[in-house]
């Protein structure tokens, strides 16, 4: 069978862009999706309730995706703007609210309208969708692109757009099939590692606070040579394995590319845990200080509870107190100068062990995959390979949690759509 343009992967990017490409273009497009349904990421995103985008700016979004991504994405973000897959959704009936730490949901809160509604745009504007049809190789053919799927169909196009995903959560359809496809290409492709995911600890004291969460705290994640790898202002869950929450899987993408990075052996970091990232020492000190003199002499735990944005649960400040060797039930009045100074110390910094991550199955993205120097970040054609174009998580960019990948997959996708229709 033969279109104008084959969009390989039914997902954000690959809908999106056979979206753009066929509203009145006359352009014959051919979605080719190796699972039965489109869009499942979709579906299961932001706990079923889809961070669809940021109310961050273009340039303050792109930047949250590093250096590399930040230059490569820039055009993207300028040209579909995070305010611009609003206002697409808002067009096909999806109202979106937004939400506190820059997020966009729908109203709705239903991650199944946003699916539906981008999945309803696609086919209303006249691409055709191969469900259940596996891609399983890429290859040009005299001038042509040709790909095969496992049942033996063969499709041929002029123009293909890769949009077939990462690595993370494999179950959904994404098991990487695009590198091998890329890599016979003779592109390079850095070494995908998982990334918006748990990390793992060793440590029995942190298991034992599972279910605790903390909303107003910074992580600094800190490598086994004491150097600080990165930092996050963003709530942490302890969990039965580590730690969870944006916070910490914001930052995970370094613990994974360790072994990419040749340490060898476990993965030994440190999440330095500051509970209290707008006070400063000084601050908290003074604090203390001035709640002592207060009638009724309270405990410690209750003194906490006041300076953050709701009360310390108690297992987690006997895990503060315990590192400090103050007496759990200590009153503000009984901290003597050099206990003040120890608990003050490690409100700002308890060292959470970290010994890897949850892997692939926990991963909500991936960390690697085309690198970008193959790419032409204005249309996101492959260089030197004429009508090919690779979009979404394939790609060599990652960001953090609150929009932004499926922000990067849209914008992405969309400039595909753009370059081609011409
Ligand atoms: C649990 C979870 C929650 C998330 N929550 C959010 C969130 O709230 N906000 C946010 O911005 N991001 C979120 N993400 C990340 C976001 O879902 C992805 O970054 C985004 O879906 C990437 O889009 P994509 O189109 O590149 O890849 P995908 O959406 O993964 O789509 C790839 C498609 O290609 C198909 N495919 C794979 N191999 C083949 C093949 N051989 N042949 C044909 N088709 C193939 C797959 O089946 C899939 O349909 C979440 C991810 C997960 C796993």
Redesign the pocket.
């Known amino acids: 069978m033969t279109a104008d343009v084959l969009v ?7 809908l999106w862009c056979a979206e753009g490409l066929a509203r009145g273009s006359g352009l014959r497009v051919l979605v ?4 039965p349904r ?5 579906l ?3 706990g079923t ?5 940021t109310t961050l700016g273009p340039s303050e979004a792109a930047a949250l995706f590093g250096p590399k991504g930040a230059r490569f994405l820039r055009h993207g973000f300028q040209t579909l703007t995070p305010l611009d897959v609003r206002e697409r959704f808002e067009s096909w009936g999806v109202p979106l609210d937004e939400a506190p730490l820059q997020k966009v949901f729908p109203a709705s809160g239903n991650a199944r309208d946003v699916r539906d509604a981008l999945l309803g745009a696609t086919q209303g504007a006249g691409a055709e969708l191969v469900l259940d ?4 190789f890429v290859r040009r053919e005299n001038g042509t692109w040709v790909i095969g ?1 496992a049942s033996g169909a063969r499709y041929a196009a002029p123009r293909v757009v890769l ?4 690595l ?2 494999p179950k ?4 990487g ?2 590198y091998a496809w890329l890599r016979e290409l003779g592109l390079g492709i850095v070494e995908p590692v998982p990334a ?1 995911v748990p990390l793992r600890s060793p440590a029995e004291w942190v298991h034992s606070l599972t279910g605790i969460a903390w909303q107003g705290g910074e992580v600094t994640l800190v490598d086994g040579e004491g150097k600080k790898v990165a930092q996050r202002s963003r709530p942490i869950l302890f969990t039965h394995k580590g730690v969870s929450g944006p916070g910490a899987m914001d930052v995970s993408h370094h613990v994974s590319a360790a072994r990419r990075n040749g340490m060898t052996g476990p993965a030994r970091f440190r999440l330095r845990f500051d509970a209290f990232p707008a006070l400063s020492r000084e601050e908290l000190r003074a604090a203390f200080v001035g709640a002592a003199g207060s009638p009724g002499n309270p405990k410690v735990q209750r003194v906490l509870g006041t300076m953050a944005t709701g009360p310390m649960p108690r297992r987690l400040f006997d895990a503060f107190a315990e590192e400090a060797k103050v007496p759990t039930d200590v009153v503000v009045g009984g901290l003597s100068k050099s206990l003040r100074h120890a608990l003050v110390e490690t409100l700002k910094g308890l060292d959470v062990p970290i010994d890897g991550t949850l892997g692939w199955d926990q ?3 991936t960390a690697g995959g085309l690198a970008l120097k193959h790419v032409n970040p204005r249309t996101m054609a492959v260089n030197g390979h004429d009508g090919l174009f690779v ?4 790609l060599d960019v990652n960001g953090p ?9 849209f914008a992405t996708a969309e400039l595909a759509a753009l370059a081609i229709r011409g």
């Open positions: 390989v992967g039914g997902g954000a990017a690959g080719v999706e190796k699972t489109t869009g499942t990421k979709i299961a995103s932001g309730r889809c961070n669809v985008t049809a596996p891609v399983e799927t949009a077939a995903g990462g993370s959560y959904t359809g994404t098991t099939d695009g918006l991963a909500e993205v979009i979404g998580e394939l949690i609150g929009g932004l990948s499926f922000q990067a997959a």
